[in-house]
């Protein structure tokens, strides 16, 4: 794997008119600019994410490089080229922080063509009808003839930085770099729904829908099995009994999530009756349903969780687990609460045979 990933979000959106740059402001319930970086991160395609900002932003994941910008667009990209020059990147992808939308498909796909292409881009046509100045002249276009073109858009990396180092003129996006050096570039079909975040309007253009989704489990405590809870492992005389490492936490924040989606439950995505399923990591069955998030156009609003236990005390591993919850779910700690309740030391929980969660969940669906 040998491809990096570049998000340029060092511009000043002029057209945003707003206090706040538009790369930084909430959207679907994250900065904007986090929306490409997490699935960049998510894709696994790449071995390095290089954020072009002229703002004072830390990432603790080490993939994440941060360069100051440059005046123009271009020349933020060229600085991050440049940056990387030495890494020995074979392929390199150049993404627009302003638009949030693509899908981890799209980078998939633009992988795969630039096996046999040193430049590939997404496209869209347009539904209007186009014409074109030209001189004192207006012409018609043929519309099926106008190609739009969107960000990410990949490269191989040694003729982009050749082209990309001699250029000294104002260029929109790379493609044109090679159009304007007679280079072949490969168009591929891109995404409607990859807009551009342009003005403020641009930003009210979904419908919200939200949902719900509830979920609850129960597991019995034996000797001799590590104690998962949460993705992590937490110290304790007993595990939880199950086909997966049965972290209750996790299945039923899963089933929650899958509420939420109406599809189903846990048992019929994961049955226990299947073998490649056995002693699998409740954190490989929480992965698939992120993903079905980001690919629903899907965010979370809140997670609220209850961990009904005698021991181990929820408030010692409180921050731990939340800590854990946000970096598997690529969201904010701060839209997870996690309430410990004891049950008087009643049945098989209140004996310390069994612990058992319920949690509720909110999602934004955006159409
Ligand atoms: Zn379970």
């Known amino acids: 794997m040998s491809n990096c990933f570049i998000l340029l979000a060092a511009g000043k959106g002029k057209r945003f008119k707003s206090k706040n740059l538009k790369q930084f402001i909430n959207y679907k319930n994250k900065p904007l600019f986090i929306?490409?970086?997490?699935?960049?991160?998510?894709?696994?395609?790449?071995k390095e994410v290089v954020l072009v900002t002229n703002n004072k932003i830390k990432f603790k994941n080490k993939k994440i490089k941060i360069i100051k910008g440059g005046k123009e667009r271009y020349q933020s990209s060229q600085r991050a080229l440049e940056f990387i020059k030495n890494k020995k990147f074979k392929n390199v992808f150049i993404h627009d922080a302003a638009r949030p939308n693509f899908s981890i498909n799209l980078l998939k796909n633009l992988k795969k063509h630039l096996r046999n292409n040193k430049a590939v881009v997404p496209y869209i046509n347009t539904d209007n009808s186009t014409k074109y100045i030209n001189k004192n002249k207006i012409v018609n276009l043929k519309r099926e003839n106008v190609l739009l073109t969107q960000t990410p858009q990949c490269f191989n990396f040694k003729a982009l930085y050749k082209l990309s180092k001699s250029n000294k003129t104002l260029v929109t996006?790379?493609?044109?770099?090679?159009?304007?050096?007679?280079?072949?570039?490969?168009?591929?079909?891109?995404?409607?729904?990859?807009?551009?975040i342009t003005k403020k309007s641009d930003l009210n253009t979904s419908t919200i829908k939200t949902f719900y989704g509830i979920g609850f489990d129960i597991?019995?405590?034996?000797?001799?099995?590590?104690?998962?809870l949460g993705g992590i492992k937490i110290p304790f005389h007993s595990g939880l009994k199950g086909h997966s490492d049965g972290d209750v936490i996790l299945h039923s924040i899963i089933d929650a999530l899958l509420g939420s989606l109406r599809k189903k439950d846990i048992g019929t995505l994961y049955p226990n009756n299947k073998n490649k399923f056995k002693n699998i990591r409740s954190i490989k069955m929480l992965n698939p349903i992120i993903s079905d998030l980001d690919n629903n156009n899907c965010f979370i609003n809140n997670l609220d969780i209850n961990l009904i236990c005698e021991r181990p005390k929820v408030s010692k591993y409180r921050n731990k687990i939340i800590n854990s919850l946000s970096k598997l779910m690529n969201i904010d700690k701060r839209i997870i609460n996690l309430k410990g309740k004891t049950v008087e030391k009643l049945g098989l929980i209140g004996k310390e045979n069994a612990i058992a969660c319920e949690v509720i969940v909110s999602i934004n669906k955006y159409e």
Not at 35 to 46: C, G, M, N, V
Not at 219 to 228: D, Q
Request: charged share 40%; no cysteine; aromatic share 8%.
């Open 35 to 46: 929306h490409s970086i997490d699935k960049a991160l998510r894709s696994k395609l790449f």
């Open 173 to 196: 996006d790379e493609a044109t770099l090679f159009l304007n050096n007679d280079k072949d570039v490969k168009f591929i079909k891109g995404e409607e729904t990859n807009l551009k």
């Open 219 to 228: 597991h019995r405590l034996i000797k001799n099995k590590k104690l998962y």
